[in-house]
């Protein structure tokens, strides 16, 4: 069933197998399972480590892998094809005994987590962001015999999917009660797990010259600037990457025709780590100030972090619209994530809730998924370009409301409608449908700053052509600032700028004496 260059990498693959798997399978007589079926058979044929039993397992169909003699905890519901395929090759190489290729510390604290963890990840073979979650849990079941995990494609288990009202995936359930949703690495479950560092690991560092809080695009170009510099930097990030991690194709960063936001995640993680930057991975700040010489950075977790200058790129997050419903039914009809959830709606009636560029991109999407797409625009005309204007309008089940305010989400356990007024006649409105896309734009993560920034009425940071803000030392770049636009290349640029602007701002600030060395 695989075609002959996916064969030709598999087998690559499979010759580093360190020991013998076992594949217990449970199938019945539909079409899901003869495909199990046969992907399984042929991994068997490939490699003269793998074996295959029938078992029953819990659902069917499905498959575990295990070491024999051994169950390690491993198991796929459905077919692992698709963004899967490679959750599928690294099991097999794990359970076989080969290391993940992750941090030491992370794989300590795994082999540390006592008591019983069953996990179930309900997954799209669409789903960019579903494999992240898929391998961390599958290399907690590895290496801890406390712990287990299933991931369960929505398509093949359609009926659980929908008992359990999962409308968003990845879904995490966790002994039996939902644990979280959307994209998470290892080392964010560990610390939503509460295995993540304390406080006392931050105790003794000394004070940076620059300390970055935000990993995304402007945060990572921030401190490699300021790294280049031979300056003393620091990043606090909550999640290397950023809101760009949640996004699919990108096809407008400059020199790169296409590529995909994980991708662009790992580069710049990778292009970080090329140099001395003291990263400080899932951690969120609490507050900042300025107290004397120094600026300090509250973590969270109660730890406090001085620097001579600081950035700050904590970025944006999704809009809510803001209506009654739509927090009741978040993941539960309410998306945000059309490339992810769209085959969980598959026959069904949707509204996509903006007219700008990712909501006429959201809805062409889904129209080739679902049985209708409605597009809500607030505004009297559509926002996007005219190029996906056209390709919406030579769809035959899309239809494109102007001048509409939506004014509630309606439901039971899931969504099954939405009301709106028409802005023009004052007329309220009704439509029946079971999904709602928000893509109504972003709004900044600063929050946490309180009155201590200057912020613009919704929350933008105010910065000047070098990226400071009105606090001496305190510097900010991306999304999160008051910017034209809101783009990874001009957040990439601004973020270079404050770290620029932050060095002369340091070198400025030092005795004349020791200017040619700032660090002092």
């Excluded at 990498?9 to 495909?35: A, H, N, P, W």
């Excluded at 760009?244 to 970080?272: C, Q, R, W, Y």
């Amino acid at each position: 069933m695989l075609d002959a260059e996916i064969k030709s990498q598999l087998e690559q693959y499979l010759e580093l197998l360190e020991g013998d798997v076992l594949l217990k399978i449970s199938t019945g007589s539909g079409d899901v399972s003869k495909e199990m079926a046969e992907l399984v058979d042929e991994l068997a044929t490939m490699s003269s480590r793998i074996k295959v039993e029938h078992a029953d397992l819990e659902r069917t169909p499905s498959f575990s892998v295990n070491r024999p003699g051994e169950d390690t905890g491993i198991t796929f519901a459905g077919v692992p094809l698709g963004h899967e395929f490679t959750s599928l090759v690294l099991a097999l190489l794990q359970v076989s005994g080969r290391a993940p290729k992750e941090d030491q510390k992370l794989l300590d604290q795994i082999a540390k987590i006592d008591g019983e963890y069953h996990f179930e990840t309900y997954v799209s073979l669409s789903c960019h962001n579903c494999p992240v979650v898929v391998q961390a849990l599958n290399i907690m079941s590895v290496l801890n015999p406390n712990i287990t995990h299933t991931m369960i494609e929505g398509g093949a288990f359609k009926d659980e999917v929908e008992s359990k009202n999962v409308m968003a995936v990845p879904t995490v359930y966790l002994n039996g009660e939902e644990f979280g949703g959307g994209r998470m690495e290892l080392g964010e479950i560990l610390a939503k797990l509460g295995s993540g560092p304390d406080a006392s690991e931050f105790e003794d560092k000394d004070p940076y010259d620059v300390l970055v809080v935000g990993g995304g695009p402007a945060g990572a170009s921030a401190a490699i600037y300021a790294a280049r510099k031979g300056i003393r930097t620091g990043m606090v990030s909550e999640r290397i990457g950023g809101q760009v991690m949640d996004t699919s194709a990108i096809e407008n960063f400059i020199s790169v025709k296409e590529t995909e936001g994980p991708k662009l995640g790992a580069s710049l993680e990778a292009h970080v780590n090329e140099y001395n930057v003291d990263v400080m991975n899932l951690q969120r700040a609490k507050n900042i100030e300025r107290k004397d010489d120094y600026v300090e950075l509250e973590l969270e977790n109660g730890a406090v972090l001085k620097s001579k200058t600081a950035i700050l790129s904590t970025g944006a997050r999704w809009r809510n619209i803001g209506v009654p419903g739509e927090e009741e039914f978040k993941n539960k009809g309410v998306a945000y994530c059309p490339h992810c959830d769209a085959p969980l709606f598959e026959g069904k009636h949707v509204a996509v809730i903006g007219g700008g560029n990712s909501g006429i991109e959201a809805a062409i999407d889904l129209a080739g998924v679902v049985k209708h797409v409605t597009v809500l625009e607030f505004a009297p005309e559509l926002k996007a370009d005219s190029i996906l204007q056209e390709r919406l309008n030579s769809l035959s089940n899309t239809t494109v409301i102007t001048s509409a305010q939506t004014t509630e989400i309606i439901g039971d356990d899931t969504v099954k409608g939405i009301n709106y007024k028409d802005r023009e006649t004052d007329e309220m409105k009704h439509i029946e449908l079971q999904g709602v896309f928000v893509q109504i734009g972003l709004v900044p993560n600063t929050e946490w700053l309180g009155n201590n920034i200057e912020q613009t009425k919704t929350g933008e940071i105010i910065v000047d052509k070098k990226g400071a803000t009105n606090v001496p030392g305190i510097y900010a770049a991306g999304d999160c600032t008051d910017s034209a636009y809101k783009q990874i290349i001009i957040s990439m640029g601004s973020g270079a700028t404050a770290a620029l602007g932050a060095f002369d701002y340091l070198i400025r600030q030092a005795p004349a004496e020791k200017k040619d060395n700032v660090t002092v």
